[in-house]
């Protein structure tokens, strides 16, 4: 197995550790999806944030994502699908529409 310095060298540029740390950072993006697409496993993902991030930063992140059911497919309430709040707006014809 390498190790994310050497997978960083032969794949990872600048802009996708951007979007990596991006990915992680949001709530709803899966470390799956990490996977799936930049072929980071979470360990690696983690590791990757510890090095991109100041220490306090990565604390506050660490500290956000533990134990968070929508950070793992197996743990998320919705299977299909996207999750849409229910108080979020509809759009039409390109304006929100007024309650």
Same mark, same amino acid.
């Given at each position: 197995?390498?190790?994310?310095?050497?997978?960083?060298?032969? $794949?990872?540029?600048?802009?996708? =550790?951007?979007?990596?740390?991006?990915?992680?950072? /949001?709530?709803?993006?899966?470390?799956?999806?990490?996977?799936?697409?930049?072929?980071? !496993? /979470? $360990?690696?993902?983690?590791?990757?944030?510890?090095?991109?991030?100041?220490?306090?930063?990565? !604390?506050?992140?660490?500290?956000?994502?533990?134990?968070?059911?929508? !950070?793992?497919?197996? !743990?998320?309430?919705?299977? /299909?699908?996207?999750?849409?709040?229910?108080? $979020?707006?509809? =759009?039409?014809?390109?304006?929100?529409?007024?309650?």
């Amino acid at each position: 197995m390498r190790s994310i310095v050497s997978i960083e060298k032969d $794949q990872l540029s600048v802009v996708d =550790i951007d979007r990596i740390v991006e990915m992680a950072w /949001e709530d709803r993006t899966p470390f799956d999806a990490i996977e799936y697409q930049y072929n980071l !496993k /979470e $360990q690696e993902v983690i590791e990757l944030m510890r090095r991109e991030l100041k220490s306090k930063s990565f !604390k506050l992140w660490r500290k956000r994502v533990q134990g968070r059911s929508t !950070k793992h497919m197996k !743990k998320r309430i919705f299977a /299909e699908g996207r999750f849409k709040c229910s108080r $979020q707006r509809s =759009i039409s014809r390109n304006k929100i529409t007024k309650r």
